[in-house]
Each structure stands twice: as structure tokens, then as C-alpha cells.
């Protein structure tokens, strides 16, 4: 386990937070799936481009993926949200579980498309 990697994450981690407590209190609901909808598609998009092609170091693509990215989307917020729309109103919560589990699918398969799409353009 190197330091620089954990400082990364840490670092990172930080800053992926705030976003996404920032968005939560901009936007409510729609905030924590638009963080978790950007967040499948960043991951994506960051490993099939940016990570396999080694194009920053190892404490920077650490940092990104699993600190900024892992707490910029967390599951557990995506799960408590779920549970206290249900309390609320089920139709919300399946809405919303719908939304964030299709949605993180299909953006998560957006960037890896995308990543490959760049990739392709940038050997030729």
C-alpha cells in the first residue's frame, strides 16, 4: 500500500463528498441521482480511457476513482433515500430506484462507449 495513494484517496474522497452533499442540498432528491448517474458514467468513461491508458499517475487515478468517485456516489445513499421515499410515497421510491439503477446502467455504458469512441480516434 503506497502513502501517496491513501493521501489521493483521502484527498479526493474529500472533495467527492462535498460535491455530493452540495448537490443533495441544491437539488434534493434529484441531486443524489444526478450524482449517482454522473458518477456511473465518470467511472466508466475515467477507467476505459483515462486509467488503461496510464495517462496520470497511479495516486491521481486512484484519487479519482475510488475518493472522489466512491464518495461522490454511494450506495448507501441511494438505498436510505429509497427506504424513506417507500415511507412516503411508493411510487416515488420505485421511481427513483428505476431511474437510478436503469439510468446508472445506462450512463455507466455511455462512457464506456465513449471512452472506446475516443480512444479508437486517438490511435488513428
Do not use: D, P
Not at 412516503?88 to 439510468?103: C, D, L, M, N
Amino acid at each position: 500500500m503506497k502513502l501517496r495513494n491513501l493521501i489521493g484517496v483521502a484527498i479526493f474522497g474529500f472533495c467527492g463528498g462535498i460535491c455530493r452533499y452540495l448537490l443533495s442540498k441544491w437539488f434534493n432528491n434529484s441531486g443524489i441521482i444526478l450524482a449517482n448517474l454522473l458518477g456511473c458514467f465518470l467511472l466508466a468513461f475515467l477507467t476505459y480511457y483515462v486509467i488503461e491508458r496510464g495517462l496520470f499517475a497511479e495516486w491521481i487515478t486512484v484519487g479519482i476513482g475510488t475518493g472522489f468517485i466512491g464518495a461522490f456516489t454511494t450506495f448507501s445513499t441511494f438505498a436510505s433515500t429509497t427506504a424513506k421515499l417507500a415511507t412516503q410515497q411508493f411510487s416515488s421510491a420505485i421511481t427513483y430506484f428505476v431511474i437510478s439503477a436503469g439510468g446508472g446502467l445506462l450512463m455507466a455504458s455511455l462512457g464506456f462507449w465513449l471512452a472506446r469512441q475516443i480512444g479508437r480516434r486517438n490511435r488513428h
